[in-house]
């Protein structure tokens, strides 16, 4: 079965802490890995999208990366405008249009 | 840029009651998405449309049926509300072909 993991549920981070969230998956045939980032009271917004393993992209203190098995997103030097939550998802194998998501990790920069 | 507007950001509806929920976009975007978002479930799709007047089934459909009559309109009907689908409704537009999601800003309904 297509499945989406994220770890940790939550993460508390002093600003300047850096850290990674993970993103582990189950999917045949990937075709793209995105993450969103959800302010509160807001719908989810596009960060990235990695497609091979070894990729990276990176915007302001966010750098994704790709394996075979999972992603991950490292902050670098959070800011506590960087807390929201973080999620991440794939299409499922054998789908087109459509993308499974994780059900994200809740992130707190405190200054 | 694309802009998704979901008409209600808050309603409260009683039980039985029939909810509709409109989504409407202002780009050329061939595919709209329904999702729902609950705390430790994450978001679930209930229906997607990649044209107008077609639908598919997601992953919980069951108590929503959906319509597309135009290109940038696509609506979340709730035939008679249950508390079990008190939750936050997210609608979401993509190119054809194309897995990048726009979202709306959410609409949180509660039904007692």
């Known amino acids: 079965e297509d499945q989406v993991t994220q770890s940790p549920e939550a993460l508390r981070l002093q600003e300047g802490e850096s850290s990674s969230l993970n993103c582990s998956y189950t999917?045949?045939?990937?075709?793209?890995l995105f993450w969103y980032r959800q302010d509160p009271g807001k719908g989810p917004e596009f960060l990235f999208t990695l497609y091979s393993a070894g990729e990276e992209k990176e915007k302001e203190r966010l750098k994704a990366t790709l394996t075979k098995k999972e992603s991950f997103l490292h902050i670098t030097a959070p800011k506590p405008e960087d807390s929201a939550t973080y999620l991440c998802?794939?299409?499922?194998?054998?789908?087109?249009?459509?993308?499974?998501f994780g059900t994200g990790t809740l992130l707190a920069v405190q200054p | 840029d694309v802009k998704v507007t979901q008409s209600s950001r808050y309603l409260v509806k009683r039980t039985g009651e029939k909810v509709f929920l409109e989504c409407v976009q202002d780009?050329?975007?061939?595919?709209m998405f329904w999702y729902r978002q609950d705390p430790g479930l994450g978001l679930r799709l209930i229906y997607f449309?990649?044209?107008?007047?077609?639908?598919e089934k997601g992953d919980i459909p069951e108590g929503y049926s959906v319509s597309r009559e135009k290109k940038e309109r696509f609506s979340l009907i709730l035939e008679s509300a249950s508390t079990n689908q008190t939750s936050m409704y997210l609608c979401a537009t993509s190119q054809a072909g194309a897995n990048v999601l726009t979202f709306g800003a959410g609409s949180r309904l509660t039904v007692l």
């Open positions: 999917v045949s045939g990937l075709r793209g």
């Open positions: 780009m050329d975007h061939e595919n």
């Open positions: 449309s990649y044209d107008v007047k077609m639908k």
């Open positions: 998802a794939v299409p499922p194998g054998g789908a087109t249009n459509k993308l499974i």
